[in-house]
């Protein structure tokens, strides 16, 4: 692969248009995972922040290739033909459907586009994405395709990185991606995380950090400080993949972490602020977000958004 220069900082400078589509949300009745959240986000920063439509790109779905990158054919042919078994279905969490798929290769190909903007742009903003459950050859814990290995490898095969940093800040280990990129130096893979919940198995990532229960902002956030900038310097990635889950938040129903909102806010802060110093660009995906008040989890992507385009 080619040699991949820093970004300046002057760069970031730019207001990046914003990957989404209504096509996110999939009516999977009375379910714990509440994908209005996307048109929630979309709708408060046009009502509240005078964002307009033409700030927002509409991304294209993955293409098979595209997914295969990652997935394995067996399982893309189970997708598409509907053919998964119970056991596959339970496993995955989410009720089945043929929406359900599209609206997966619409979301993967809305992580590339975001990869896209970020090596542009400097910053990539998706509303959606950060389907970190997904392995090569299943679904689980709601996630149906792995976009973020799937935007990863997209990029570098078309020579536009050679190497990424994963840094997985929600509340649940990513165990799809730790797997997927098992024993490749080509990226790394950092995950904070609850040690005591999902998922009970968990790969090795390249680095993982279990945090004890209810841990608050601060020692959080001094986590992050200390082990980000360290891994930065040390791998010198170029495109840093921000999966930017809103549930270490302490009203969460599926966690037990105790992290504020602005917390969470600093949090953002300070992964965006670190790509920006070190000139690398950044693509953002939302995760998981699972509040008592799903305006919550909608309040807390919605910063995440705001914080990565420099209008907090």
């Not at 067996?74 to 459907?97: A, N, R, V």
């Not at 649940?172 to 893979?189: E, L, P, R």
């Not at 198995?201 to 279990?210: A, H, R």
């Not at 993949?241 to 549930?247: E, I, L, R």
Request: proline share 4%; with cysteine.
């Amino acid at each position: 692969m080619r040699q991949v220069s820093r970004l300046p900082a002057c760069l970031y400078m730019s207001s990046p248009k914003i990957v989404y589509s209504k096509n996110y949300y999939v009516d999977i009745g009375q379910h714990v995972f509440p994908t209005i959240k996307y048109r929630l986000i979309h709708k408060k920063l046009i009502e509240e922040d005078g964002f307009k439509e033409t700030d927002f790109i509409e991304p294209n779905p993955a293409t098979d290739a595209d997914i295969l990158l990652v997935h394995t054919r067996e399982y893309l042919d189970k997708l598409k033909d509907g053919t998964l078994t119970q056991s596959e279905i339970m496993t995955l969490e989410l009720p089945y459907s043929e929406e359900l798929v599209r609206a997966s290769y619409l979301c993967a190909g809305g992580t590339i586009e975001a990869a896209r903007v970020a090596l542009r742009e400097g910053v990539g903003i998706h509303v959606g994405g950060g389907f970190h459950h997904a392995f090569h050859d299943h679904g689980e814990g709601f996630c149906v395709l792995n976009d973020i290995g799937i935007g990863i490898r997209k990029m570098q095969e078309l020579e536009k990185i050679n190497k990424a940093f994963v840094i997985d800040c929600d509340l649940h280990q990513g165990n799809g991606t730790a797997a997927i990129f098992k024993d490749d130096d080509s990226v790394f893979t950092f995950s904070m995380h609850q040690e005591s919940n999902y998922p009970f198995f968990k790969p090795k990532s390249s680095m993982d950090l279990g945090l004890r229960d209810r841990i608050k902002d601060d020692e959080y956030l001094g986590h992050l400080r200390k082990n980000v900038p360290e891994i930065i310097s040390r791998f010198k990635p170029e495109l840093i993949v921000y999966v930017a889950g809103a549930d270490p938040y302490k009203e969460d129903i599926l966690g037990n972490l105790s992290l504020s909102i602005d917390g969470l806010k600093k949090r953002d802060r300070i992964v965006f602020e670190y790509a920006k110093n070190y000139g690398i660009p950044i693509v953002s995906v939302l995760a998981g977000g699972y509040a008592m008040d799903y305006n919550d989890t909608v309040k807390i992507h919605y910063n995440t958004v705001m914080t990565g385009l420099g209008r907090e």
